[in-house]
């Protein structure tokens, strides 16, 4: 069985990242989307709200999970006994960073491969980060997020500022 795991901060997920959980997919039996609980970077959602986001907007696609992980992802490989990495590359600017994180991780353990799947064109400047700028101004994100959770990062956003 061909197991496949997309990992991220999913901070929230963006359309960017559904078109690489859809196509990424097909090319395998299981999909691994795993959220990583990240202590360097102070996440704006809560893992529980990241992992009820992907859910929503993944939906019922049989062969898709949604798991978390702390720690090195090597290591939550081998607990789910996958051996392929896959990531979204949006431009030349992400290369030099996913170069180093899929030779790192290779060195760490060498059966671990890390594959890489062109984001489509018109998600090439999409980030969570920038999905996050627009929501915190009240700008429109309804193109760059998946429609079933757009509502729930207004409501995040707009609690956070009156607080
Ligand atoms: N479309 C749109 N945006 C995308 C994207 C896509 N296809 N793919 C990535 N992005 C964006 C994200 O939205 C995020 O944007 P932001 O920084 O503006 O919020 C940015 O790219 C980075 O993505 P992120 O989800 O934070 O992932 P990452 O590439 O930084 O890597 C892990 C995260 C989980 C893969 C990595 O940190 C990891 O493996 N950590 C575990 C510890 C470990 O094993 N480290 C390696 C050895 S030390």
Do not use: W
């Amino acid at each position: 069985m061909r197991v496949l795991v997309y990992p991220g901060s999913f901070d929230p997920v963006t359309n960017g990242h559904m078109d690489i959980i859809e196509r990424a997919s097909k090319i395998c039996d299981k999909l691994i989307v795993a959220v990583l609980v990240n202590h360097s970077k102070t996440a704006a959602f809560t893992m529980e709200e990241r992992i009820m986001m992907l859910k929503k907007a993944i939906g019922d696609r049989k062969n898709i999970e949604v798991h978390s992980f702390s720690g090195l992802l090597v290591d939550f490989m081998k607990s789910v006994n996958a051996k392929t990495i896959i990531k979204g590359l949006r431009a030349v600017s992400d290369f030099e960073y996913e170069m180093q994180m899929a030779l790192l991780n290779r060195n760490l353990d060498n059966e671990i491969d890390t594959l890489f799947m062109m984001t489509s064109i018109n998600n090439c400047f999409l980030s969570s980060s920038v999905v996050r700028e627009l929501a915190r101004i009240g700008a429109g994100i309804e193109d760059y997020v998946p429609h079933s959770i757009a509502p729930f990062i207004y409501e995040k956003f707009k609690k956070a500022g009156a607080e």
